[in-house]
C-alpha cells in the first residue's frame, strides 16, 4: 500500500501554540461557548482546538503552506477573546464538504459540532441514552429545524429573552418595541413554551401554598435528635453566607450564628446600611481564618465578631449537639445506641449516619402507607430550613427561617403522599456500589437507595409538576403546528425538538434544587449537585423558587437553552453538512454497518474518568418522564422511545443496571457488583477493534487523551499499537477540559492533555533497543530539536512533553519493539518511551548525568507545579520511566508526603518535591537532611550549595563531586529551555556553585 501523504496535522507547521491559546480562551468564563450552559456535563474539549485538528487532520501542507492562512480561515475572528464564535471561511468549507467523520465516544459533541461547521458529513455515537438526548439536542435539531425563521415584535424579543437571537440573525442587538425582527422559529417556540411552562407552574394552588412569593431561594440541612440532650440540632457545614471579595475588601459578608436555640443572619452590609453611609459596597473589614468550613473571626466598624465554625464533619465521624454541646460520635447497632470506644475497631454505625438512614427508611414507609406522619416527624434525623433568601435589585437579601418555613415541608409530604403510586415520582433504585477511586457514589451508603429520595418534598412535587408541564406543552406544540398545516410526521418530530429543550432545561433546574446541593458563599452563592464530579452527603443543602430569577432556577436554565440555541442555530445555519446521532455501542456499532469514514475523531473515556452511566442518571430517571408518556398507570414511549424504552417497548429502569456493564471504564466496584471479569484494556481494545473497521484505508484515526494514570496510557498504546495494530504518526499537548493539563500548568508533564494521531502500520518492522540504543536517541533528540524550532517552550508545553511524544510516535512506528531479545509490551513501550525522551532531552541540553538519584531529583524539578508537589500518579510516571521504585523515591528523601486542600481526585496522595525554596542555609539544610547516607550525588550536591551560602570547606567523593556539579549544570542549562523557572533558588544556587565564570561560557 502506498505511504499516504501527511497532513496538515502531521506537518511542523501545524501552529499548536496558537491553537492551544485559543483553545484555552474557553476554559474561562467569559469565553465558554455559550451552549456549554444549556445543562452540566463533563470534561467537554475546547471547541477552537477540535475545529483545529479535525481541518488539520483532512488537509495536506499543499493546501495551506503558510499557517497563518489556516488561521485565518479557521478563525476569522482569531483576534477576539472567542475565537470558536465565528464560523469558518466559506473556502475552508468548501474544501472538506462531503467528507465524512465518525466519533464514536461523542460524548457532549465538541467534535461533531465543529465538523459540522466545517461542512463534513458527521456521525456521532452514544451508548448512554442521556448523552444521546443531549447530542440531538446539541446536533440534530439545530441543523433541522434553524433555516425556519419567524417574524416577531419587539415586544415578543424582550418579553421571551431573544435579544441575542435577534442579534446574531439581524445584525443588530437595539429593540424598538413596535419593530419586527426576524428569528428562528425553533428558538422562539422554546422560549414561548417555557414561559408558558412557568406561568402555569405559578397559578398551581399548591404551588402557590408552599412557596412565599417573595422569596427566591431556600437554605435547609439535616437536625438529627442528640443521642445525649434528645433535643433536635441542625448540622451546619457551613455557616457563612456570603464572602465576596472585592479589590479593597469585602463587597458582601453575612452569615448565620446561633443564639437561644434559634438560627440568626448577622448581615454586615445591612448594618452598614444603617450607619448611613452613602456606599456599602466595600466593607473594609477584616477577615481572619479563610476556611469557610471553621470558622472566622470577622473585624469591622471597631467590632469583633466571630463566625461559628462548622458542627458536622463526617470525614471524621464527628457532629456536635448545638444545646449541650456534647460530642456526637456515638454508634448504633441494631438500633441501640453504643458509647463511642476509644482506640478499639469501630462496632456499628455512626450515629449521624444511622439517623439518615433511618429517615430514608421511614420516608420510605410512610410514603407506603406502614408509618404514620408523627412516627415520621420523630425520626432521629429529618430535614429543616434555616434560612430564606430573597433577591433585591440584584442582592441577596437572608432572613431567619420560621418553624412555619419547615411546616411546609410536612405539608408538601402529604401532598406527595396522595401521587405516590404516580410513575412521575423517580422511585427507580441508585447503584449499589461506590466508584473505584473513592466516594464519588458514596450518597446510597447514606440511605439515598431511591432517586426521589435525593429531593425533600416540596421539591420533589414541584419537579413532578414541572414534568407534567412540560408534557403538556410537547402535546399543545404538536397541536398546534397540526392546526397550521403541517404533517403529522413533521408536527411530532418539532414537538420532539422543543419538549428536549424543555426538559434539558428541567435537567438544569434540577442540578440546583435538590438536598444534595450546598452553600457556596465565595463566588456563585449554590454548588450544584453534580460539582463535585459524583453525589455525595452535602449539608447547607439549597431549595430553588423555581420561577425565580436566580442561577439554576427553572427560569434560568430555560433562558440558557435559549441562548444556547442562538449559538447553536448560528453555528450551524450555512453549513452544507449532514448531520446523524446514533444510540449505538462502540463495541459493536450495529447502525454503521458498510459505511466508511475519511476520519476517526474521538475523547475515548481515560479508566479512571468520571462514572458517566451513573451520575448521568440523575438527569435520566427526568428525562425520561418529560419526555414520555402515562398511561395505565405507567410511563409509555413518546418520544425518542428508543432512549427509554428496549426493543420490546419494556421502560428502561436507569441507565446504571442497563448500560453500566457496556461502559468502557474502569470500576472494581461496579465489576464486583455485576461478577465482570475484565479490565479497562481488554474493554478499550475491544472499543477500538470495532471502530478501526470503520476507518477508511487511508484514513487517520485522531485520539484525545488525559491519562491520570500510567496504566490509563498504557491502555491506549495496548488497544491500538500492540492489539489492532495502528502507529502514533503525530501527537501534540493540548489544552483541554480536563483537571490536568499541561499547557496550562506551564510545567512539563510525562502524560497530559495530548491529542495523537494513528495510522495502520503498513508493514511489520522490527526494532531491538539493545542493539540500536545510540540511533534512537540520536532521532529522538533531532525530533525533539524540530519539535522546538516550532514552538516557544516558556509559554506552551514544555521539551519533556515533545521529547515523550516523539519518543512515542518513534517507537510504535516499529512493530515488534524488543529489548535484549525480549519483546515489549505496551506497558515496556511506554516506559521506554519516557525513559529516551528524559535522556533526549538531557542530551539536547548538554547534559551528562549518570546518578539515578540524581536523574530522579532532575525529573521531580520538571515535572513539579508551581507549589514545588507532584501527585502520586506524576510520581509513578517518573518512576516508571527511569526504573526506579516510586516508594524508593521517598526512601531516597527526593519526596515527602504532605496533606494537600482542595477536593480529592481519585484519592491521589501529593507529596513535596524536595528542593530548597528559598536561598538560606536553614532551607538548604532542610532538604539536605532526609538525603544523609541514602543518595550521596544529592548529598554533595547540597553540601556545595551550604558552602556557597555558609562560606564553608565541602568533602565529597571525587565521583560525587563531579556528578554533583553535573547536576547543578543540568539544573542551569534546564532553565534556560524554560522547564525551571531561572530564578529558582535551585538555579541561583547551582549558578554560584559553578562559578560565574563557567555560566558565561
Known sequence: MPEEKPTLLESPSFPIESINKASKSEKTGGGRPPYWEMVFWWTRKPLAGARAIIA???????????????LKDLFPCMDKRTPHSCNPNQRLVEKLKGKKLLDPFAGFGSIPLEAARLGLDVTAVELLPTAYVFLKAVLEYPKEYGKRLIEISGKEVESLGLRDAVRR?????????????????????????????TEELKKDPDFKELYDEDVAVYIGTWEIKCPVCGR??????????????????????????????????????????????????????????????????????????????????????????????????????????????????????????????RWNSLLEDYLFGKVSLEELRNAPARPRILVKVRVTDGDLEFEPATREDTEKLWKALEKLKQKWKEPDVPSEELWKY????????????????????????????????????????????????????????????????????????????????????????????????????????????VEELPVADVLGSYIRSLNSSVGSLSYLVSAVYGSPSRVKVLLDDATTLDMLVGEKFDLIVTDPPYADDVPYTELSDFYYVWLKRALSDVSGGKLIPRFLPEAFFDEF?????????????????????????FKLNISFSELLARAFANVTRFLDEKGLLVTYYVAKKPEAWVALIDALWHINGMRVVVAYPVVTEAEENVVARGRAAVMGGYVMGWRRREVEKPLDLSSEKEAVVTTVSERLGNYLKAIDVKEGATAWVYAYLAALSYLTSFYPVKD??????????????????????????????????????????????????????????????????????????????????????????????????????????????????????????????????????????????????????????????????????????????????????
Request: overall charge positive; some cysteine; glycine content about 6%.
Open 649 to 673: 417497548g419494556e421502560e428502561i429502569k436507569t441507565q446504571w443496571e442497563t448500560f453500566a456493564t457496556r461502559e468502557v471504564s474502569e470500576n472494581t466496584e461496579r465489576w464486583k457488583y
Open 434 to 541: 461506590t466508584a473505584s477511586g473513592g466516594g464519588a457514589l458514596s450518597i446510597w451508603t447514606w440511605g439515598f437507595d431511591k432517586f426521589y429520595k435525593l429531593f425533600n418534598p416540596r421539591q420533589l412535587l414541584t419537579l413532578v409538576k414541572l414534568v407534567r408541564l412540560v408534557r403538556e406543552a410537547g402535546k399543545s406544540v404538536e397541536e398546534e403546528k397540526l392546526k397550521e398545516g403541517w404533517s403529522k410526521e413533521d408536527s411530532f418530530r418539532y414537538a420532539e425538538a422543543i419538549t428536549t429543550y424543555l426538559a434539558i432545561a428541567l435537567c438544569k433546574q434540577i442540578n440546583y434544587d435538590s438536598i444534595v446541593t450546598s452553600t457556596e458563599p465565595v463566588q456563585k452563592f449554590i454548588r450544584e449537585t453534580l460539582a463535585f464530579r459524583g453525589i455525595a452527603m452535602t449539608w447547607n443543602w
Open 232 to 357: 433536635y440540632t441542625p448540622l451546619v457545614g457551613n455557616w457563612w453566607l456570603a464572602r465576596v471579595k472585592s479589590k479593597r475588601g469585602y463587597e458582601r459578608l453575612a452569615w448565620m450564628q446561633w443564639r437561644d436555640g434559634e438560627i440568626e443572619v448577622v448581615d454586615l452590609n445591612e448594618a452598614c446600611k444603617k450607619t448611613g453611609r452613602s456606599s456599602c459596597n466595600e466593607l473594609l473589614a477584616k477577615v481572619q481564618g479563610k476556611d469557610e468550613e471553621s470558622g472566622a473571626r470577622v473585624e469591622w466598624n471597631g467590632q469583633v465578631y466571630v463566625v461559628p465554625s462548622k458542627n458536622i464533619n463526617a470525614k471524621l465521624e464527628e457532629a456536635q449537639c448545638l444545646y449541650c454541646r456534647a460530642k456526637i460520635d456515638h454508634r448504633v447497632k441494631e438500633n441501640r445506641i453504643l458509647k463511642p470506644v476509644k482506640n478499639k475497631k469501630k462496632e456499628g454505625e455512626w450515629y449521624v449516619k444511622w439517623a439518615l438512614q
Open 820 to 1001: 535484549g531479545g525480549v519483546e515489549l509490551d505496551a506497558e515496556g513501550v511506554v516506559s521506554h518511551a519516557m525513559a529516551l525522551s528524559f535522556e533526549a532531552m538531557l542530551r539536547k541540553a548538554g547534559v551528562n548525568l549518570h546518578d539515578p538519584a540524581a536523574l530522579a531529583y532532575l525529573a521531580l524539578r520538571v515535572v513539579e507545579d508551581e507549589k514545588g508537589r507532584v501527585d502520586s500518579d506524576v510520581l509513578s510516571r517518573v518512576a516508571l520511566g527511569l526504573g526506579i521504585r516510586d516508594v524508593e523515591l521517598v526512601k531516597l528523601g527526593l519526596v515527602r508526603e504532605v496533606r494537600s486542600g482542595g477536593p480529592k481526585v481519585a484519592k491521589r496522595k501529593v507529596f513535596e518535591v524536595m528542593a530548597p525554596r528559598n536561598e538560606t542555609v536553614d532551607e538548604v539544610r532542610r532538604v539536605l537532611y532526609p538525603l544523609r547516607g541514602k543518595a550521596p550525588v544529592l548529598e554533595c550536591f547540597r553540601n556545595l550549595q551550604l558552602s556557597v551560602l555558609a562560606r564553608t570547606q565541602v568533602s565529597c567523593d571525587q565521583r560525587a563531586r563531579e556528578e554533583a556539579k553535573e547536576l547543578a549544570k543540568a539544573i542551569v542549562r534546564l532553565s534556560g529551555m524554560g522547564l525551571i523557572d531561572e530564578e529558582d533558588p535551585d538555579v541561583r544556587l547551582s549558578r554560584a556553585v559553578l562559578g560565574f565564570e563557567w555560566w558565561e561560557q
Open 56 to 70: 488539520a487532520s483532512l488537509l495536506s501542507q499543499d493546501d495551506y503552506p503558510e499557517s497563518y492562512n489556516f
Open 169 to 197: 440573525f439581524n445584525g443588530s442587538a437595539k429593540i424598538i418595541e413596535t419593530g419586527r425582527y426576524k428569528v428562528p422559529l425553533l428558538i422562539y417556540d422554546v422560549a414561548r413554551w417555557g414561559r408558558w411552562v
